[in-house]
């Protein structure tokens, strides 16, 4: 192989990774197209528009606790993202009659009919559920299907004034 045939591979090879990385850079992380404008994501931390009276849910929604077994009882404590400060999180724990299965139910509900600042507000929850060690557990949000990533909590840690340090 000579020395032009050298530099031609090479320009093309320069042509081409220019040109991924213009396709790559020029496009957002947001699909704009299928998400409907104005609506909080409940999993992204990033300051959006909310409507008011709405959290957008999705299959691929994923709340991160901390849990914590002991004497019986399944501690799950966490931030959820609401999309504005005047809505409240309300959650509650449940099991199977076996206590092979725990449920954990989150509702987001707004607190006044007032305009309120449409600004991304973590919400912390705690809730404790007496049930079996090895028991499976599931999440709902505004009664959908989620996804609830567990963190196991140390030995010496606290739930009560716990940090959620979620590498993204």
């Not at 040109?19 to 409940?42: E, K, M, Q, W």
């Not at 901390?66 to 504005?84: D, F, R, S």
């Not at 991304?120 to 949000?141: C, D, H």
Request: net charge negative.
């Amino acid at each position: 192989m000579d020395k032009k045939s050298t530099y031609i591979i090479v320009g093309i090879i320069c042509i081409g990774l220019t040109l991924f990385l213009i396709a790559l850079f020029s496009r957002s992380g947001l699909d704009v197209n299928n998400v409907p404008s104005g609506i909080a994501s409940t999993t992204d931390w990033v300051n959006t528009l909310a409507l008011p009276k709405e959290v957008l849910v999705t299959p691929k929604t994923t709340i991160t606790a901390k849990h914590a077994y002991q004497n019986g009882t399944h501690t799950i404590a966490g931030e959820v993202p609401l999309p504005t400060a005047c809505h409240l999180l309300e959650v509650t724990g449940s099991t199977s009659p076996d206590k092979k299965e725990i449920v954990v139910a989150f509702v987001s509900i707004i607190k006044t009919e007032e305009v309120c600042p449409e600004n991304i507000t973590p919400a912390r929850f705690k809730v404790s559920i007496k049930a079996l060690q090895k028991a499976t557990t599931a999440a709902t949000l505004n009664g959908q299907e989620i996804t609830l990533n567990l963190i196991e909590a140390g030995p010496d840690e606290n739930l009560d004034s716990f940090e959620l340090y979620i590498k993204g």
